[in-house]
């Protein structure tokens, strides 16, 4: 399995969000949600209308490691939800398939392979790339390894910043403004 990358340029963030309005509102919920709670893909799509229903928070068991994890839901996604869920039953999936069945890992991660093609863009995508571009960009924004370290359950720092991409980002500016 390759390790994927986040999207570090913004502006590639706003041409995929442009291209998944135009052509599905469930797909573009589903990448905003990743983008912007960096959740797993796995508990994206474990949830249920009522877990986002008048609420202020997202709170999960994580699937992978069994924690408990509330996360806020920001302004932007709580205008989004209201939307996509008006009139939909609190048990439905939040995000389904065209036959109304739970989606699957492999169908989000089409979803964000083909809207990242259809963008042009270059570095190597799936589902985790949600994750980490959540993570680059609460670190360029905020310079706080351990607020995200916390937010990831990492163990150590240095395990998140190599994850999010920041190290080899780092060592590629330093080596490269460095001449003899």
Known sequence: ????????????IRKIEKYLAKTSARDLLLFTVGTNCGL??????????????????????????????????NSKLKCMFAKFIKNRP????????????RLDRFTAYRVIKTAC???????????????????YHHYKKYKDVAMLQKIFNHSNPEITLRYIGIEQDLIDECCFNFIL
């Open 1 to 12: 399995m390759s390790t994927v990358e986040p999207i570090r340029q913004l502006r590639d």
């Open 40 to 73: 797993r893909i796995s508990d994206i799509i474990s949830l249920n209308v009522g877990d986002v229903r008048n609420k202020t928070h997202i709170q999960i068991t994580e699937k992978k490691t069994g924690k408990f994890k509330k996360f806020p839901i």
């Open 90 to 101: 609190s048990e439905d999936a939040l995000f389904e398939s065209r036959f109304h069945n």
């Open 117 to 135: 093609e259809n963008v042009g863009l270059q570095e190597k995508v799936g589902t985790h790339t949600m994750r980490k571009t959540f993570g």
